[in-house]
T-cell receptor
Framework: EDKVVQSPLSLVVHEGDTVTLNCSYE??????LLWYKQEKKAPTFLFML????IEKKSGRLSSILDKKELFSILNITATQTGDSAIYLC??????????????FGKGTLLTVNP | GAVVSQHPSWVICKSGTSVKIECRSL??????MFWYRQFPKQSLMLMAT?????????EQGVEKDKFLINHASLTLSTLTVTSAHPEDSSFYIC?????????????FGPGTRLTVL
């Protein structure tokens, strides 16, 4: 059974702090790892990672994948209160034929206090 | 970007009734749609994969007779929760895969919050 484990499960920081969120996985037929931000509704896409060692950046967010050690990190620098959300890590793997499915971790609840 | 809509956004029903939730891809064709369920403070759990024109594939532990899925067109999939009970109260989210996008990216709908009294 595919497994995705995120840590920490929750994190409280002050504005301006830098945070690192972790995601480890065990899946067969790995295709990609994705990070999402979920506020009150459905998740919004942040990054898709398919290759080891290549950092993806978007503003203050960045992420990297290590396919040998089977983990990824999501970094947020100079955090703002608007970064408060649940950050979900998901791994995409084949589910038979040409179908791919996502397995989500439990998420990290990030709270950024002013 | 690709947009997925869900209807209704929230629904309250009595125990024993059936509820239908619609998932539409608004500006792309989706041969595959996915239905997830999310309980409070829990992650998204895949319930089933819905393929246009064929039967849905259900994940282990999900009752196919209780959660009926119909994917009759390339832009619409429906999830019907039959004989709903309070334990079915949850946040139901669909996603649709845009076959025309690289890596077959999934786009998520805004979710439907179901409360069964």
């Amino acid at each position: 059974e595919d497994k995705v484990v995120q840590s920490p499960l929750s994190l409280v920081v002050h504005e301006g702090d830098t945070v690192t969120l972790n995601c480890s996985y065990e899946v067969t037929n790995f295709r990609s790892l994705l990070w999402y931000k979920q506020e009150k509704k459905a998740p919004t896409f942040l990054f898709m990672l398919t290759s080891s060692g290549i950092e993806k950046k978007s503003g203050r967010l960045s992420s990297i994948l290590d396919k040998k050690e089977l983990f990824s990190i999501l970094n947020i620098t100079a955090t703002q209160t608007g970064d408060s959300a649940i950050y979900l890590c998901a791994v995409e793997a084949t589910s038979g034929g040409s179908n791919y499915k996502l397995t989500f971790g439990k998420g990290t609840l990030l709270t950024v206090n002013p | 970007g690709a947009v997925v809509s869900q209807h209704p956004s929230w629904v309250i029903c009595k125990s024993g009734t059936s509820v239908k939730i619609e998932c539409r891809s608004l500006d792309f064709q989706a041969t595959t749609m996915f239905w997830y369920r999310q309980f409070p403070k829990q992650s998204l759990m895949l319930m089933a994969t819905s393929n246009e024109g064929s039967k849905a594939t259900y994940e282990q532990g999900v009752e196919k007779d209780k959660f009926l899925i119909n994917h009759a067109s390339l832009t619409l999939s429906t999830l019907t929760v039959t004989s709903a009970h309070p334990e079915d109260s949850s946040f139901y989210i669909c996603s649709a895969r845009d076959q025309g996008q690289p890596y077959n990216e999934q786009f998520f709908g805004p979710g439907t919050r179901l409360t069964v009294l």
